[in-house]
T-cell receptor, first 114, second 114 residues
């Protein structure tokens, strides 16, 4: 079946540090890939997405590139802020008859200190 | 425009009872999906409805059921509650489903079973 594996957390960084959160996936065919962010007490918000190989999704300084050869979709940000502290989820949509189903990784807790 | 609205935000129920959760999708969205989020299992897909039809279902027991009304609002029901059903239940809506479709999440309903 389809699966998503994220790097073990939590991740603790100082403000302005570089962020990488690793994500690899297993899926048949050509899934779409997503990063979602969850702030305390909130639902999930879409951060960025990519729908085909070599696509780069970007938003609010975050980037991730769809790498089919390594089945990866790592999240990066050049300079994190305290306000980026949240839980980050990598997810895939396998398409086809997987109607409305997103398969999520376990989530990575990010804490940014001033 | 208004986002996805889930009611109630918090619920406390006793083991053996049943519960109904409600989700109002973004206006015009016809697909509604439900997820269970727990610390141990992460985010798991429950089911998806589109135009009042269940098109996809996750690996949950029959105690978990749902429905969708003609105005796209959806409810999920859990019967004979167990302690392990304590979780954050998230609803997501989208215009349709497919590779390039963005899912918008509500803030969730926090269910505690005692």
């Amino acid at each position: 079946g389809n699966s998503v594996t994220q790097m073990e957390g939590p991740v603790t960084l100082s403000e302005e540090a570089f962020l990488t959160i690793n994500c690899t996936y297993t899926a048949t065919g050509y899934p779409s890939l997503f990063w979602y962010v969850q702030y305390p007490g909130e639902g999930l918000q879409l951060l960025l997405k990519a729908t085909k190989a070599d696509d780069k999704g970007s938003n609010k300084g975050f980037e991730a590139t769809y790498r089919k050869e390594t089945t990866s979709f790592h999240l990066e940000k050049g300079s994190v802020q305290v306000s980026d502290s949240a839980v980050y989820f990598c997810a895939l949509d396998a398409g086809g008859t997987s109607y409305g189903k997103l398969t999520f990784g376990q989530g990575t807790i990010l804490t940014v200190h001033p | 425009k208004a986002g996805v609205t889930q009611t109630p935000r918090y619920l406390i129920k006793t083991r053996g009872q049943q519960v109904t959760l409600s989700c109002s999708p973004i206006s015009g969205h016809r697909s509604v999906s439900w997820y269970q989020q727990t610390p141990g299992q992460g985010l798991q897909f429950l089911f998806e409805y589109f135009s009042e039809t269940q098109r996809n279902k996750g690996n949950f027991p029959g105690r978990f059921s749902g429905r969708q009304f003609s105005n796209s609002r959806s409810e999920m029901n859990v019967s004979t509650l167990e302690l392990g059903d304590s979780a954050l239940y998230l609803c997501a809506s989208s215009l349709t489903t497919g590779r390039n479709t963005e899912a918008f999440f509500g803030q969730g309903t926090r269910l505690t079973v005692v």
